[in-house]
């Protein structure tokens, strides 16, 4: 090879270990991008600046920055920039080393319509990167728990951006548990906070949908630890919700407490038929919640029945089944007696009667003989069995009840007819 060629070669290769070095230069400076906490928040924060208040370019940033960036690793500091715009040290405190940005959440607009493209960005961001789904519910625990830390408008953003993101399936109630937070509870910053959210959160779904998702995480029954021990009554509960506009909340949470108060009145009643206790201690103790709990006699009935029938260990065999039935409602026909003095308590109990019956495949044969026991033992009356049979029974297990019942309501009416025609002769 000539001197020439030789030269040319000798060119090329060092050109090449340029190019290798550039390459190597690269990847570290990708790798470092990558994995190193302060540029991975520069990164972000410069993304974000260039991207300023336009949140579809925000979405998009973050969709092509998953490429490169270890969103897995840093989930933590992703969204404490995009919520307060730098990295948050324990209380809420902005980070006094920390990269911040102005174009995040708490820097937004305080409106409804802002906060529901903000829910946009996040939801975009986990829909495209699932792995982040529950960092984000940690993230937001993490922030409810730095209320005191915010000003009262970062609070309402934050609030009204979670009821959305709530009402959109984003997040779990579960989430809801920092807000019981000793400190934040006693100063009002819970309850103040949770006005905003379920605002926000019913203003997007119905209260049906909102009460699903507290009953599915237990939330339901925990919504009174908004307030101190001393407030936590549902009179204070009701009135303070219903005088920020949540009325539908307020009756949500008395109607929770009131299926409480009665599941703890059944198993009290469960106890105390399982103790034995004499039937005018018992009904002494109902008629006495009765008042106490503002419980109307027909709901009274329904729990009586319930308590009454889960009182003893049924067997399993359909002949010895209603035998047993009718031996344990001989014992407790005068509570239920006691309980029945309307006709729509009558009513109440004959629809429990057959509901249990058609839902418990034993007791399919059994309730006619339980009808016509109650019916001897005056705790229903013929009027509320024949309207019954005519009128409000449900469709469970109608054509074999009503069959079951045919020759007895007969009964029934000729007595009633034989009965009319005595009264007109005497007269």
Request: glycine share 4%; net charge negative; proline share 1%.
């Amino acid at each position: 090879m000539c001197l020439y060629c030789r030269s040319i070669t000798k060119m090329c290769y060092a050109r090449q270990r340029i190019c290798e070095c550039m390459y190597m230069t690269c990847l570290l400076e990708d790798e470092k991008e990558r994995f190193d906490p302060s540029q991975f928040q520069e990164s972000i924060v410069q993304g974000l600046n260039q991207s300023g208040t336009d949140l579809e370019a925000v979405a998009k940033f973050l969709d092509a920055s998953g490429a490169k960036l270890d969103y897995r690793r840093y989930a933590e500091t992703l969204f404490d920039i995009l919520v307060a715009g730098g990295m948050l040290e324990p209380g809420g405190t902005m980070s006094g080393d920390a990269i911040c940005t102005e174009f995040c959440l708490f820097k937004a607009q305080e409106d409804i319509e802002t906060m529901k493209a903000y829910a946009q960005v996040f939801n975009k961001l986990i829909r495209r990167y699932k792995y982040l789904e529950k960092g984000f519910e940690e993230e937001i625990k993490k922030l409810l728990l730095f209320l005191k830390g915010f000003t009262e408008s970062e609070r309402n953003k934050l609030a009204m951006l979670t009821g959305i993101l709530l009402a959109n399936g984003n997040l779990s109630a579960a989430i809801l548990s920092s807000l019981f937070n000793e400190n934040l509870v006693k100063e009002g910053v819970s309850a103040s906070f949770a006005v905003k959210l379920f605002k926000s959160w019913l203003s997007e779904k119905d209260i049906s949908s909102v009460s699903a998702s507290l009953r599915k995480v237990g939330m339901d029954s925990r919504l009174m630890e908004l307030f101190p021990a001393n407030k936590r009554s549902c009179e204070h509960f009701s009135k303070y919700f219903s005088d920020a506009g949540l009325k539908e909340l307020s009756d949500f949470a008395r109607n929770q407490q009131s299926i409480g108060a009665r599941k703890e009145l059944q198993k009290e009643l469960e106890e105390q038929m399982s103790r034995g206790d004499p039937l005018k201690d018992i009904i002494a103790y109902v008629g006495e919640e009765i008042k106490k709990n503002n419980i109307s006699e027909q709901t009274m009935i329904a729990l009586i029945w319930a308590s009454v029938m889960s009182s003893v260990e049924w067997n399993k065999k359909e002949e010895l089944v209603t035998e047993q039935a009718i031996k344990l409602l001989k014992q407790y026909s005068p509570l239920l007696k006691a309980f029945t003095t309307q006709g729509l308590s009558e009513l109440t109990l004959l629809l429990r009667i057959q509901e249990y019956c058609y839902d418990n495949i034993h007791f399919m044969k059994a309730f006619q003989k339980i009808v016509v026991l109650l019916y001897k033992a005056n705790v229903l009356s013929e009027e509320a069995i024949l309207k019954w049979y005519n009128e409000t029974h449900v469709a469970k297990g109608k054509s074999v009840f009503l069959e079951q019942m045919k020759k007895f309501v007969e009964w029934l009416k000729n007595a009633e007819e034989e009965s009319e025609s005595e009264e007109e002769e005497a007269d």
